[in-house]
């Protein structure tokens, strides 16, 4: 029970506070017209009340999305490890991953285009789900 508790803890804590800082960082520093509709619409599902509760955050859809395009620009767990279990050969290639072989899965660069890399972002997802320029 304790090994579970410390996992929830670390795993939770970090991604979230690192989580957060990312999108006050983008909405502070470069969209106050994002920022604008992000608070209109809280202010608009939530009123006076300062209990959330989980049907408010599924009428939140512009903000979820802004949430979503800030995990896409900071991906907060960069890599992960997977361990093939058979060879697989990499489609449109000749490579071969050995069966047993461990491999760094690199969130952070599948999640961008080659257009994006490198610059800073600025993009986000509208409540229809377009994407806009920032
Ligand atoms: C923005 C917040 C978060 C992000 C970006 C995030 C990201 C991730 C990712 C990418 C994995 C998969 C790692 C892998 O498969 O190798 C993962 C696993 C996990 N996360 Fe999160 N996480 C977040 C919040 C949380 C919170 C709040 C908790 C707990 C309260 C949590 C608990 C866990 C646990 C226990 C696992 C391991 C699951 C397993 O063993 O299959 N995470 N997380």
Do not use: W
Not at 46 to 67: I, S
Not at 68 to 76: C, D, G, S
Not at 101 to 109: A, D, E
């Amino acid at each position: 029970m304790y090994e579970h508790l410390a996992t929830l803890l670390s795993a939770g804590h970090h991604t979230t506070a690192f989580f957060g800082c990312y999108m006050a960082y983008l909405l502070a520093s470069h969209l106050p017209e994002v920022q604008r509709k992000v608070k209109d619409e809280v202010k608009a599902v939530l009123g006076n009340r300062t209990d959330m509760q989980p049907e408010d955050g599924k009428k939140m859809t512009y903000t979820a999305n802004v949430m979503k395009e800030t995990l896409r620009l900071y991906t907060v767990i960069p890599f992960v490890n997977r361990t093939s279990v058979k060879d697989v050969k990499l489609r449109g290639s000749d490579v071969v991953i050995s069966g047993g072989t461990t491999c760094l899965v690199p969130l952070c660069l599948m999640i961008r285009d080659g257009v994006d890399r490198g610059r800073h972002h600025v993009r986000f997802v509208d409540a229809e789900g377009h994407v806009q320029e920032g």
